[in-house]
């Protein structure tokens, strides 16, 4: 870490007696800036406030209380806590200026309260519609026209198996969408993440057979061959919308975890943990001879438990 910052294994003191030594280093992921240390004192691992930090060396730290109060600060919960290497942090690791997994973050309590946020967001929402529809409609009305349009059906070409090294591992393939309006022609850059699953694996995604996906119409537009490995999940949490990534979990092991909300899902799209509502939406996925890989990048409404079409 940087000078001025406390360092993981450096020496704690309490009116210059030794009491332990920092065995991690919390950060406020708002401010990003030091919240607390973790001092080990005889097996132990108290949560300390940086506010009783009283002076930083090299390889020390003093504190301003005395060795007796350690045992009045509150037992430090590993579980309440995530790496850097687990959820993503804009700019944390630039600022405290510490390796990938070294600072850790507290658990977003946030998450507890989406009900009333969501109410909150709506109210406020609504009043800005109210105030600028008179402006805005002519431009809402141009937008809200491929609403009701047919669904994009296209099958797009993302990439070549050869990308996929082992089974059950998630590998992201990037493609371009070329959207076309009577006036507009958009690049949409976009995502969709494909397994090779194992026997194991494969049966536990395909549990009723094979996978039909139809159009608006009931008409059907292809089937998953519930014996080809090779599965496509779109690269939108169903939770809202964010891209998501392929990473490993402290206790999960390998796993999809999205860093907006913290949605955890395995590698059969199941949910382990977070808000998500359902599991990852499996795409339509052909593989040519040549390895080849097309998928029909179906897009279904987020934060809904079933899966409703939008594109």
Same mark, same amino acid.
């Given at each position: 870490m940087a000078v001025g910052q406390p360092k993981i294994k450096a020496r704690v003191r309490c009116l210059g007696r030794p009491v332990g030594e920092i065995s991690h280093v919390i950060a406020d992921p708002l401010t990003l800036e030091v919240s607390h240390i973790v001092v080990s004192v005889n097996g132990t691992e108290r949560q300390v406030p940086a506010s009783e930090i009283a002076a930083l060396e090299n390889d020390a730290v003093d504190l301003q209380c005395d060795s007796g109060q350690m045992t009045g600060f509150p037992a430090f919960k590993r579980e309440d806590f995530l790496t850097s290497k687990e959820v993503e942090v804009p700019h944390l690791e630039q600022r405290i200026q510490a390796e990938p997994g070294d600072v850790l973050v507290p658990f977003p309590e946030l998450e507890k309260s $989406?009900?009333?946020?969501?109410?909150?967001? /709506?109210? $406020?929402y609504m009043l800005a519609g109210l105030i600028g529809l008179p402006m805005v409609w002519p431009v809402l009305r141009f937008i809200m026209k491929p609403m009701y349009a047919p669904f994009d059906n296209r099958w797009w070409q993302i990439g070549n198996i050869g990308?996929? *090294?082992?089974?059950?591992? /998630?590998?992201?393939? *990037?493609?371009?969408?070329? $959207?076309?309006?009577?006036?507009?022609?958009?690049?949409?850059?976009?995502?969709?993440?494909?397994?090779?699953a194992s026997p194991a694996t494969l049966g536990k995604i395909y549990t009723h057979g094979d996978r039909t996906f139809t159009d608006e119409k009931g008409n059907v537009l292809w089937v998953n061959d519930a014996r080809i490995p090779y599965v496509a999940y779109s690269g939108k949490c169903p939770h809202l919308g964010c891209g998501y990534k392929w990473r490993s979990h402290r206790t999960l092991g390998q796993v999809f975890l999205c860093p907006c909300h913290l949605s955890v899902y395995d590698v059969t799209g199941a949910v382990l943990d977070g808000p998500a509502p359902r599991p990852l939406d499996v795409l339509p996925i052909k593989v040519s001879p040549a390895g080849d890989v097309e998928v $029909?990048?179906?897009?279904? *409404?987020? /934060? *809904?438990?079933?899966?409703?079409?939008?594109?």
């Open positions: $989406i009900p009333r946020r969501n109410f909150f967001a /709506g109210f $406020i990308h996929i *090294k082992a089974e059950d591992v /998630g590998t992201q393939f *990037k493609f371009n969408k070329l $959207i076309r309006d009577s006036v507009l022609q958009i690049n949409l850059d976009t995502n969709a993440w494909v397994i090779k $029909i990048d179906i897009q279904y *409404k987020a /934060g *809904k438990k079933e899966q409703i079409r939008i594109a």
